[in-house]
């Protein structure tokens, strides 16, 4: 049983993981567009990881009998000047993420929701991933800015990522 305040609060982040996944979707497809392949496999792995993570919080909303509720997903922007700009928008979407993930253990803590806080933990672990990585890369490309055989070599490495099932989903196969 969690709260309705809880509840609201879950429903609104399930809406921002998929607008996460639509936004890096639409980086995929602008990344494609240029001809950085290696980017947008790396954005298209993104996509689905983030429709995992609302996944997450909709199979633990059916198992505390909590109802989901799907609101509009918000546009995205199309069109980037470059892999660069993309990752600096990833990097600054992903702290705000972390903000909203913060927030929700916030709202658990007061309503003494024990088991919302101990599902929180992944996300909360999760978000220390994704700030590291989206730094990582972002790092990496202002290094070669200005060099396109560097560009080349990063996105040769991007096109290397795959995709495999957070632990949450995993255990439920
Ligand atoms: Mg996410």
């Known amino acids: 049983m969690i709260s309705k305040r809880m509840q609201d609060a879950i429903n609104a982040q399930i809406n921002a993981e998929l607008w996460s ?16 392949k290696g980017v ?14 609302a996944q997450i919080f909709i199979n633990y909303m059916q198992s505390q009998g909590a109802r989901v509720e799907l609101a509009p997903i918000a546009a995205v922007d199309t069109e980037w000047d470059s892999a660069k ?20 253990c916030a709202i658990a803590a007061e309503e003494k929701d024990v088991a919302t806080a101990n599902r929180l933990t992944w996300f909360v672990d999760e978000q220390v ?45």
């Open 129 to 173: 991933e994704e700030e590291e990585s989206a730094r990582d890369i972002l790092d990496q490309l202002r290094m070669v800015e200005g060099n396109n055989y560097g560009l080349y070599m990063i996105d040769k490495e991007m096109a290397a990522r795959v995709y495999t099932t957070p632990s949450p989903l995993a255990a439920k196969e």
């Open 21 to 36: 996944a639509y936004l890096y979707l639409s980086m995929s497809m602008d990344a494609a567009d240029k001809g950085l």
């Open 85 to 104: 700009a993309m990752f600096e928008q990833t990097l600054t979407h992903e702290q705000k993420v972390t903000s909203l993930i913060h927030n929700l």
């Open 40 to 53: 947008a496999n790396w954005f298209a792995i993104q996509f689905k990881e983030e429709q995992d993570h």
